[in-house]
């Protein structure tokens, strides 16, 4: 049955006449490399779509042997090499070396699959380095990772803190863990922290007081939470990871593209730069004080004069005279400062000239003749036909007083049903939509992995494991019986050959 969802999947791709791959990897429970492989591509209606066609055992992760395996796989299925037009994987240091050679070793049969670096990762990247070079952020995230483990992992202390719950009449909301892979998801943790802080202080207290084993590991996270500089970290990630997060969960939808990629990037970044100021510093200073007073948290005090470091615009005469202004140049500053840098040159990596000449063509935002040309000498248009359609087209679009940007173009392309007529933009418009942005919907068929090849199904056979997965992920394409057991007929009336029921 997995095999016929797969069939059906490989007919919609090879409909669409370009595709994208998306691959990544992980261990089983057996601890074997399994490698996910994802294809992105349009239907005739130009929806995009992301479709799981298996899981794939390797017992090498280097460039010449996923290569080999993923060239093998699609071959195998019948889809042309040449047909790619987008790569995505996993840039994750380990890996990244490995991912470059499989990206290469693909373009050098087909230069027109670009590699894209999964933006989600990109944006991981940027969260980490602020925990890397701020140590009270990091010191904060290893506090919250100490909570959590003390109280949350364990039952015993976990039924401790519901009962403080009811006891304070608060939402019996659990803990959250740190995800170690979706720096952007901490936000749910430093969240859960916030609304539960009186009830984890409290559960703490009682711990310390009564439990004579683990009473002095209460007393130490007593100290560490009860501290103005845990507090001062917590609120700020808060106020990044809102931030960050929307943009996370974006770069994780399937139907994300360049333009609004670059839309929402753009827009986060002149947030975090709207905190970069004194009078935000205020605001956010007011609320946290407002937050440790309430909370019986003491600031603390500055014991000597502290210089302000030079990359701050500091220098020899200048000194911190006041907490506030320690705390805004140690951290408030440096925080976004790093944040904020890091995506503008992190996310420079991502910008593809003939991703930028698409864009512009598409929207006739900016667009120039170099483009249009870019976009014709890439993907063998006739550059007169290309320019006509999109004369008459942008002349359509303005009569209709329909901005000029890529969504607000394509629905109007779309409703007007111009498939048919604008041949070339059409052909554009799949290409475009087809490159992935991420590569997280190979990272979601891990979940599945995980629930299927259990303690108790370990033994099961790679394709078994396979349509099994198939299945499970791609269960909205409808079931073909009479086709199935016609199949199973045919193949079990030959000698020594039986069909996979999954």
């Given at each position: 049955?997995?095999?016929?969802?797969?069939s059906?999947?490989?007919d919609?791709?090879?409909?669409?006449?370009?595709?994208s791959?998306?691959?990544?990897?992980?261990?089983?429970?057996?601890?074997?490399?399994?490698?996910?492989?994802?294809?992105?591509?349009?239907?005739?209606?130009?929806?995009?779509l992301?479709?799981?066609?298996?899981?794939?055992?390797?017992?090498?992760?280097?460039?010449?042997?996923?290569?080999?395996?993923?060239?093998?796989?699609?071959?195998?299925?019948?889809?042309?090499?040449?047909?790619?037009?987008?790569?995505?994987y996993?840039?994750?240091?380990?890996?990244?070396?490995?991912?470059?050679?499989?990206?290469?070793?693909?373009?050098?049969?087909?230069?027109?699959?670009?590699?894209?670096?999964?933006?989600?990762?990109?944006?991981?990247?940027?969260?980490?380095?602020?925990?890397?070079?701020?140590?009270?952020?990091?010191?904060?995230?290893?506090?919250l990772?100490?909570?959590?483990?003390?109280?949350?992992?364990?039952?015993?202390r976990?039924?401790?803190?519901?009962?403080?719950?009811?006891?304070?009449?608060?939402?019996?909301?659990?803990?959250?863990?740190?995800?170690?892979?979706?720096?952007?998801?901490?936000?749910?943790?430093?969240?859960?922290?916030?609304?539960?802080?009186?009830?984890?202080?409290?559960?703490?207290?009682?711990i310390?007081?009564?439990?004579?084993?683990?009473?002095?590991?209460?007393?130490?996270?007593?100290?560490?939470?009860?501290?103005?500089?845990?507090?001062?970290?917590?609120?700020?990630?808060k106020?990044?990871?809102?931030?960050?997060?929307?943009?996370?969960?974006?770069?994780?939808?399937?139907?994300?593209?360049?333009?609004?990629?670059?839309?929402?990037t753009n827009?986060?970044?002149?947030?975090?730069?709207?905190?970069?100021?004194?009078?935000?510093?205020?605001?956010?200073?007011?609320?946290?004080?407002?937050?440790?007073?309430?909370?019986?948290?003491?600031?603390p005090?500055?014991?000597?004069k502290?210089?302000?470091?030079?990359?701050?615009?500091?220098?020899?005469?200048?000194?911190?005279?006041?907490?506030?202004?320690?705390?805004?140049?140690?951290?408030?500053?440096?925080?976004?400062?790093?944040?904020?840098?890091?995506?503008?040159?992190?996310?420079?990596?991502?910008?593809?000239?003939?991703?930028?000449?698409?864009?512009?063509?598409?929207?006739?935002?900016?667009?120039?003749?170099?483009?249009?040309?870019?976009?014709?000498?890439?993907?063998?248009?006739?550059?007169?036909?290309?320019?006509?359609?999109?004369?008459?087209?942008?002349?359509?679009?303005?009569?209709?007083?329909?901005?000029?940007?890529?969504?607000n173009?394509?629905?109007?392309?779309?409703?007007?049903?111009?498939?048919?007529?604008?041949?070339?933009?059409?052909?554009?418009?799949?290409?475009?939509?087809?490159?992935?942005?991420?590569?997280?919907?190979?990272?979601?068929?891990?979940?599945?992995?995980?629930?299927?090849?259990?303690?108790?199904?370990?033994?099961?056979?790679?394709?078994?494991?396979?349509?099994?997965?198939?299945?499970?992920?791609?269960?909205?394409y409808?079931?073909?019986?009479?086709?199935?057991?016609?199949?199973?007929?045919?193949?079990?009336?030959?000698?020594?050959?039986?069909?996979?029921?999954?």
């Amino acid at each position: 049955m997995g095999i016929n969802v797969l069939s059906q999947i490989i007919d919609n791709v090879k409909n669409a006449g370009v595709y994208s791959v998306i691959m990544d990897e992980t261990q089983d429970l057996k601890k074997h490399e399994q490698v996910s492989i994802v294809l992105r591509y349009c239907d005739k209606q130009l929806n995009v779509l992301e479709n799981f066609i298996g899981f794939y055992k390797t017992e090498k992760m280097d460039g010449e042997t996923l290569s080999y395996l993923l060239k093998n796989t699609l071959q195998g299925l019948g889809l042309k090499i040449e047909n790619i037009r987008g790569q995505c994987y996993d840039g994750a240091a380990s890996m990244r070396g490995s991912y470059s050679e499989v990206a290469k070793r693909i373009q050098d049969e087909n230069k027109l699959a670009l590699y894209v670096h999964c933006h989600a990762h990109i944006l991981n990247l940027c969260v980490v380095d602020v925990c890397g070079k701020v140590a009270p952020i990091r010191n904060m995230f290893g506090t919250l990772n100490k909570i959590y483990t003390f109280i949350g992992a364990s039952s015993k202390r976990n039924s401790v803190f519901e009962k403080v719950q009811k006891e304070l009449n608060v939402s019996n909301s659990t803990l959250k863990s740190l995800s170690d892979t979706r720096w952007s998801y901490r936000i749910e943790s430093i969240r859960s922290v916030l609304t539960n802080f009186n009830s984890i202080i409290s559960t703490l207290e009682h711990i310390n007081e009564t439990d004579s084993i683990h009473g002095s590991d209460a007393s130490s996270l007593l100290k560490n939470i009860q501290d103005f500089e845990f507090i001062f970290c917590l609120k700020l990630m808060k106020q990044v990871l809102q931030l960050t997060n929307s943009l996370s969960i974006h770069f994780q939808k399937k139907n994300a593209n360049y333009s609004s990629v670059g839309i929402l990037t753009n827009a986060t970044l002149l947030e975090l730069e709207s905190l970069r100021n004194d009078d935000s510093y205020k605001l956010f200073w007011t609320k946290t004080e407002q937050f440790a007073t309430k909370e019986d948290i003491r600031l603390p005090d500055i014991t000597r004069k502290r210089k302000i470091p030079s990359r701050f615009g500091g220098g020899e005469a200048t000194t911190i005279n006041n907490i506030s202004s320690y705390f805004k140049v140690s951290i408030y500053f440096p925080v976004l400062d790093i944040i904020i840098n890091d995506i503008k040159t992190k996310f420079e990596e991502n910008n593809i000239t003939i991703l930028n000449a698409l864009q512009c063509s598409l929207s006739n935002k900016n667009c120039s003749d170099e483009n249009i040309l870019e976009v014709c000498n890439t993907y063998d248009i006739i550059i007169d036909d290309f320019k006509a359609e999109l004369k008459l087209f942008s002349k359509m679009c303005l009569s209709s007083d329909i901005p000029e940007n890529f969504e607000n173009r394509l629905n109007f392309f779309l409703s007007k049903d111009l498939i048919g007529s604008f041949e070339n933009m059409y052909k554009i418009f799949k290409i475009y939509l087809s490159i992935p942005m991420s590569f997280a919907s190979s990272e979601r068929s891990f979940s599945s992995l995980r629930r299927l090849k259990t303690f108790t199904r370990n033994t099961i056979v790679q394709e078994g494991l396979s349509n099994i997965a198939i299945l499970n992920i791609e269960n909205m394409y409808p079931m073909n019986f009479d086709k199935i057991i016609d199949q199973f007929s045919a193949e079990s009336t030959q000698r020594g050959r039986r069909l996979q029921l999954i």
